[in-house]
């Protein structure tokens, strides 16, 4: 069983940065792809970013390209969210996510594990 725990979430102003950290309990990288998603109040999950096993690809939803940046350090067995020039829009809470069953993924079903979640909170 994976177990993933997510930090680094907080508040902050608008324009400003955060890093979010998904660590797991255990080697996995090699074997899984990870994902962030967010889910805002009153919202569906939405997807975030994702990255493939091995770290070899990444895919962003269009709504953070370019601002957010998603990377991976096996040595830690963390992955990070890298979240600059913040929106009150992206206001939610963030979660991690592990699937071993494909390359890389946009879709939440398709992963085996999940976080607790971490809140961030963005103001204008």
């Known amino acids: 069983q994976v177990q993933l725990v997510e930090s680094g979430g907080g508040l902050v102003q608008a324009g400003g940065s955060l890093r979010l950290s998904c660590a797991a309990s255990?080697?996995?990288?090699?074997?899984?792809?990870m994902g962030w998603f967010r889910q805002a109040p009153g919202k569906e999950r939405e997807f975030v970013a994702a990255?493939?096993?091995?770290?070899?690809?990444?895919v962003y939803a269009d709504s953070v390209k370019g601002r957010f940046t998603i990377s991976s350090d096996n040595a830690k067995n963390t992955v990070y969210l890298q979240m600059n020039s913040l929106k009150p829009e992206d206001t939610a809470v963030y979660y991690c996510?592990?699937?071993?069953?494909?390359?890389?993924?946009?879709?939440?079903?398709?992963?085996?594990?999940w976080g607790q979640g971490t809140q961030v909170t963005v103001s204008s």
């Open positions: 996510a592990a699937g071993s069953a494909f390359y890389i993924s946009r879709y939440f079903y398709q992963y085996d594990y």
């Open positions: 255990e080697r996995i990288f090699s074997r899984y792809a």
């Open positions: 990255i493939s096993r091995s770290a070899g690809s990444t």
